[in-house]
C-alpha cells in the first residue's frame, strides 16, 4: 500500500513497500531545472547535479565512488527541463546508506571551488559532446526557437561561456533557494521496511530549510519557426513539432494514443511507410514533450541527404492524412492493447515504480492509480483522437529544425 506522509520541513515522502520484488528504489526530485534559470545563469541545475557528486564534509569524491560501488553501482541523477533528481537502486539491506548517502550529497555538499574548475571542464566536455548528437541537438534547437525567450527552451546544459563563470556563491545562493523542503518530493518503493525508512530520511534529509522560492509557471508561447543548421555529418536529422498536450491538459490520454498510432513504434503508420514500405530511413519515430503548462508533437528522422525531400514529403502527407481522415476504431483499439501491455510490464520494474510515484505526486498532487489510467485510455474515441488531432495537429503552425549536410532545403 502506498502511504504519503510529509517531514516537518515540508519533504513529501511516498512509500510503497513490495515483498515481490528482491530490491529497493530511492529517489529525491527538487522541483528545479533549466526552465527556473535566467540567460545569466542558464545550466546551473545541471552544474550543481555535476556538483553534489564531489564531495561533502564527510565524504570525499573517492568516498562517494566507493559508496556507490559497494551499493551496485546504481547511483546517479539527471537534471531536466522541470525537475532534478538523484536516485539509487540497490539491495534491501543496503537502502539506509543509499538514503545517507544521497542526503549527504544535497544537504552536506561543500561545493569546493577547485572542484568546480574541474567539474567546470567536464561540463564543457559533456555540451560539446551533446552537440555532436545531432538527433539530441535537433530536439533541442527547435525547442529553443519555438519557445524564444522563455526558460523553457533554454539548453538543459547551458552554454560553455555562461558554465565557465560560475561562482561558488552563485551555486549556494541558488541552492539556498530552490533545494527546499517544500521543493522536494522522496519515493521509496520495492523490498522495504517503512518504518526504518522513514527514520532514515527523517534523519538525513530533516535539517534540510522548509521555504525558498517558488517554481517558475509562466506559460511559454508558441512561435513557428524554421531552423537549419549545417553539420558535416553522413546524415540529415529533421524535426518536425507542432504544439502538444501539456502534463496536466485532460487531453493527455488521447494525445498518448493519437502518437502511439501515427509514430511512436515499428506498428505506426509512421514506421511502415517511410522505413518498411519504402525503405528510406533508419530511424523516425514521433513522440509527444510535455511539461507542466506546456508541450510539442514530434515528428524525427534520420536520413541520406538525397533521401530529405522523399521523406519530408511522406511525412507531410502522413499528417494531412491523419488531420482529415482521422483514426480508425481497429487503429484506436490496437493502440490500447500495446499500452496496456507496456504499462503493465513497467510496473514490474522497481525503479518504475519509484520513479512513476513521484511524478504522479509531483504533476497531479495525488498517484494516480493504475487501473484508473488504463481506464481513461479505454474511455478514449475516435472522435477524441479526431478533436485532439484538430487541436494541435495546425499545419500552418508546423515549425521544422535541419541539422546535417544541407545543400538545398525541403520544399516546405
Request: glycine share 8%; hydrophobic share 30%.
Amino acid at each position: 500500500m502506498i502511504e504519503i506522509a510529509k517531514l516537518k520541513n515540508g519533504i513529501t515522502v511516498i512509500t510503497e513497500p513490495s515483498g515481490h520484488y528482491n530490491s529497493a528504489a530511492f529517489g529525491v526530485w527538487v522541483r528545479t531545472g533549466s526552465k527556473n534559470e535566467t540567460k545569466e545563469n542558464n545550466g546551473i541545475s545541471h552544474f550543481i547535479e555535476h556538483m553534489l557528486f564531489k564531495g561533502t564534509s564527510k565524504r570525499n569524491t573517492n568516498d562517494i565512488s566507493r559508496e556507490t560501488s559497494f551499493l551496485g553501482g546504481n547511483v546517479n541523477a539527471y537534471t531536466s527541463k522541470e525537475n532534478t533528481s538523484y536516485y539509487a537502486r540497490t539491495l534491501p539491506e543496503y537502502l539506509t546508506r543509499a538514503i545517507d548517502l544521497i542526503g549527504d550529497m544535497i544537504s552536506g555538499s561543500l561545493i569546493d571551488e577547485e572542484e568546480m574548475e574541474r567539474e567546470k571542464s567536464v561540463v564543457c566536455e559533456e555540451i560539446d559532446m551533446y552537440k555532436d548528437s545531432p538527433d539530441d541537438y535537433v530536439h533541442e534547437m527547435l525547442q529553443k526557437h519555438i519557445w524564444n525567450s522563455h526558460p523553457l527552451g533554454y539548453y538543459i546544459s547551458g552554454k560553455k561561456k555562461t558554465v565557465k563563470g560560475f561562482t561558488r556563491q552563485e551555486i549556494l545562493d541558488y541552492m539556498n533557494n530552490y533545494y527546499t523542503g517544500e521543493n522536494m518530493i522522496i519515493s521509496v518503493a520495492g523490498k522495504i521496511n517503512r518504518q526504518e525508512a522513514m527514520e532514515a530520511i527523517e534523519k538525513s534529509f530533516g535539517g534540510i530549510r522548509k521555504k525558498g522560492r517558488k517554481t517558475s509557471t509562466c506559460e511559454p508561447g508558441y512561435n513557428k519557426v524554421y531552423i537549419v543548421k549545417k553539420r558535416d555529418i553522413e546524415q540529415v536529422h529533421l524535426n518536425i513539432a507542432f504544439r502538444g498536450a501539456s502534463l496536466k491538459s485532460s487531453d493527455r490520454y488521447g494525445y498518448t494514443l493519437l502518437n502511439a498510432i501515427f509514430g511512436s513504434d515499428v506498428n505506426s503508420r509512421l514506421f511502415r511507410e517511410i522505413r518498411e514500405k519504402n525503405g528510406l530511413t533508419y530511424s523516425v519515430y514521433s513522440y509527444g514533450s510535455s511539461f507542466e503548462n506546456a508541450g510539442l508533437f514530434h515528428i524525427y528522422g534520420a536520413m541520406n541527404p538525397e533521401q530529405l525531400n522523399k521523406v519530408y514529403s511522406i511525412m507531410e502527407s502522413l499528417i494531412y492524412d491523419l488531420v482529415k481522415e482521422g483514426v480508425t476504431e481497429a487503429e484506436l483499439n490496437e493502440a490500447k492493447h500495446q499500452l496496456t501491455v507496456e504499462m503493465t510490464l513497467n510496473r514490474d520494474n522497481v525503479m518504475t515504480k519509484m520513479t512513476g510515484n513521484a511524478k504522479s505526486y509531483m504533476n497531479y498532487g495525488e498517484i494516480i492509480p493504475f487501473r484508473r489510467t488504463i481506464k481513461s485510455l479505454n474511455n478514449v474515441t475516435t472522435e477524441d483522437i479526431k478533436r485532439i488531432t484538430d487541436k494541435y495537429i495546425v499545419m500552418e503552425e508546423m515549425s521544422v529544425g535541419l541539422v546535417g549536410p544541407i545543400e538545398k532545403h525541403i520544399k516546405l
